[in-house]
């Protein structure tokens, strides 16, 4: 069973930047993180992913050059940088994750979620 715990979500003004973190624990090797937003009365949308063994990192159009996800493999932890940050941004964030070998960028190739934590830019 793997568990996911976000943190980082805030205030902050457009232009700003925040850094959320997702814990991870249980195994995750052979594992695939990705990032997922929903903003209020939208559908759940990709942000990003990346695989724990490495290779590439995938962006949504509207974050690339704005965005940076990140491992902490000592920590079991994954990041997401956010700068540059838009009204557009507001959200909530959530951690997902499953076992794969191909990265999806589709929601409901997703296995585990975590909670979620709010992110809200103040234009």
């Known amino acids: 069973q793997v568990q996911l715990v976000e943190s980082g979500g805030g205030l902050v003004q457009a232009g700003g930047s925040l850094r959320l973190s997702c814990a991870v624990s249980?195994?995750?090797?052979?594992?695939?993180m990705g990032w997922f937003r929903q903003a209020p009365g939208k559908e759940r949308e990709f942000v990003a992913a990346?695989?724990?063994?490495?290779?590439?990192?995938y962006y949504a159009d509207s974050v690339k050059g704005r965005f940076t996800m990140s491992k902490d493999s000592g920590k079991n932890m994954v990041h997401l940088q956010m700068n540059s940050l838009k009204s557009e941004d507001t959200a909530v964030y959530y951690c997902?994750?499953?076992?794969?070998?191909?990265?999806?960028?589709?929601?409901?190739?997703?296995?585990?979620w975590g909670q979620g934590t709010q992110v809200t830019v103040s234009s």
């Open positions: 990346t695989s724990w063994s490495g290779g590439s990192t």
């Open positions: 249980g195994r995750t090797s052979s594992y695939v």
């Open positions: 997902a994750t499953k076992r794969a070998w191909t990265i999806p960028t589709i929601e409901s190739e997703y296995d585990y």
